[in-house]
């Protein structure tokens, strides 16, 4: 069954994820209300996990089949990244970028060596999905869908089991943190699944959650505004990052982005609407998220600086809307262009 609602969130939730890669753009060095927000978008990636694991129990769940599952996800997920990751690395290897070149350095990223070979580095850059801004994402979401049978298990549990499982999952998480350069996607696996085991609890118990959505989503939201404001007052922007062994505290933007995700799914339940252009976005989702970096790509590379250090909310915004809307027309244009040459799912994931 469709869920309108749903097909607004995945759509939001991708306008976030894109619009913290764009914060280069007039929004990097930030004070105020705007480092508030910015505490909100970060981390965005999170509700689309959420999406994911909803979708899981909602589409998969009733006609469980584990290899079609992951056929789907090789078809939509690993065969774009395959594509698209080789194009980059291969730019990357003919121009001498990126980890190819001795003299890179990244502190982030210690994974990678400057005494690497090239094969190395290549298969490193598989792995982690270093070569592009967001595509360490497809590494970790590969080792979620191979969980598939754990998740399964999960989804048959009575609510109170779920609720047991998820905060037991939430504590690890809490001191988890994400990982240095996104480059663990084992780190990023134990941190992103309580958003995946939640969306699977919203969708088995959806009858029961969904009552009083709307007063729910309210404040639910306001907790999120409060703690996203917490976080500025004692100084902390954006993620959560360190090495896996090493203690970091408690992630406040994980309890954040927990309340965002279900006061989002209320809101959206409450307030459902249908919208062509949402839709749209909606639908090209993933294509978005795979060609976006792309978009970003060429405008670092453009003649003139628009990259910039100073805050220009205006220049953002226009930057933010430009990538979406050149996203979803690639994707669209590449469809119908070449679809009935060669099923374009399998290369920009639409």
């Known amino acids: 069954m ?46 689309f996990v959420f999406i994911s694991g909803f979708m899981f129990h909602h589409v998969f769940m009733r006609n469980y ?28 290897f003919i121009t001498n970028n990126g980890y190819f070149s001795e003299s890179f350095y990244d502190s982030d990223t210690r994974f990678f060596s400057s005494s690497d070979s090239s094969f190395i580095t290549i298969v490193k850059y598989y792995l982690t999905g270093r070569m592009l801004t967001a595509y360490w994402y497809i590494p970790f979401a590969i080792l979620l869908f191979v969980c598939a049978p754990l998740h399964r298990k999960y989804g048959l549990l009575s609510m109170n089991k779920q609720i047991a499982i998820f905060l037991l999952f939430s504590i690890v998480s809490l001191f988890v943190h994400r990982s240095m350069g996104n480059i663990n996607p084992f780190q990023m696996l134990i941190y992103f699944t ?5 969306g699977i609890l919203f969708s088995k118990n959806r009858e029961v959650l969904t009552r009083n959505s709307l007063s729910r989503g ?29 203690y970091g505290g408690v992630d406040i ?3 954040q982005k927990i309340f965002m995700a279900t006061s989002l799914y209320y ?9 062509k252009c949402v839709d749209y976005v909606s639908d090209v989702s993933f294509a978005i998220y795979f060609l976006h970096p792309w978009v970003l790509t060429i405008l670092k590379r453009l003649p003139f600086e628009l990259q910039i250090p100073t805050v220009d909310v205006f220049k953002y915004v226009f930057v933010f809307s430009f990538v979406i809307i050149f996203s979803v027309f690639i ?20």
């Open 2 to 47: 469709f869920l309108q609602s749903i097909s607004n969130y995945r759509a939001l939730a991708i306008m976030m994820i894109v619009s913290v890669h764009v914060y280069p753009y007039g929004l990097e060095n930030t004070t105020g209300y705007l480092s508030v927000i910015k505490n909100l978008l970060s981390n965005s990636t999170a509700l």
């Open 65 to 92: 089949n584990y290899k079609k599952f992951i056929k789907s996800k090789l078809e939509r997920v690993f065969s774009p990244y395959l594509f698209l990751s080789t194009l980059a690395i291969a730019l990357l």
């Open 194 to 198: 309580p958003f995946y085991l939640l």
């Open 218 to 246: 309210l404040i639910l939201m306001a907790l999120t505004v409060l703690l996203a404001i917490y976080q500025y007052s004692v100084g902390h922007q954006g993620n959560y990052i360190k090495p896996l062994f090493q």
């Open 253 to 255: 933007m994980f309890i």
């Open 267 to 275: 809101l959206l339940d409450a307030l459902s609407f249908k919208n």
């Open 331 to 350: 994707a669209i244009f590449t469809h119908k262009i070449l679809n009935s040459v060669i099923r374009t799912k399998y290369i920009i994931g639409y």
